[in-house]
């Protein structure tokens, strides 16, 4: 079975581009998530989608945005990048009909922005 | 919301020694708590969980203690070796509901051979 899949794996912007993350979860995951993980800091909840719906959204500015495509796959897209953008975004599925709370991560998209 | 504490945020252990890492929640509604280990350059994954009904839970050489009233639960790993080097997080949830998970900083253990 395929795992979270995350494209692209390195990305390189300048400040105040768009940069756009793709992860597609593990067939029959409805529930995407999306984290963002600074260097040396740990994992910051920014997103999660469920049926194509957003569900919860953490502490960050709206330029940080997103959406889920009916076949669950999701996209992350930061606008007017700044420096402290740059991270690791990792994606998660999980499958909520198990009801075992197990995030399966991808493993993540890194953004530089220069 | 909730509030994640973990300590400490670096633990270097001798081979075969013991090893604990403790995380502190503010929520009272949380009662869902995974620990993730993550290894250099990898993905994290799930080892290990705890739902507030159980007061321990053990799987071989790793264990999550809770303590709902004091709010703090506990991962444990015995015997360790070179490969459980890692980041290691923990997260509180209210419900299995992944979306709601807070996380905790990370703990980086190095086990010294």
Redesign the interface.
Known sequence: EAG?TQSPTHLIKTRGQQATLRCSPISGHT?V?W?QQALG?????LL?Y?EGEE??RGNFPPRFSGRQFPNYSSELNVNALELEDSALY?C?S?N?DL?????F????SRLTVL | GENVEQHPSTLSVQEGDSAVIKCTYSDSASNYFPWYKQELGKRPQLIIDIRSNVGEKKDQRIAVTLNKTAKHFSLHITETQPEDSAVYFCAASEGVNAGKSTFGDGTTLTVKP
């Not at chain 1, 800091?41 to 909840?45: D, I, S």
């Open positions: 979270v529930s998530y984290y800091l740990g994992l910051q909840f999660w469920d569900r919860n990792l998660a999980s909520r009801n075992t709370g197990e995030l991560f991808g493993e993540g």
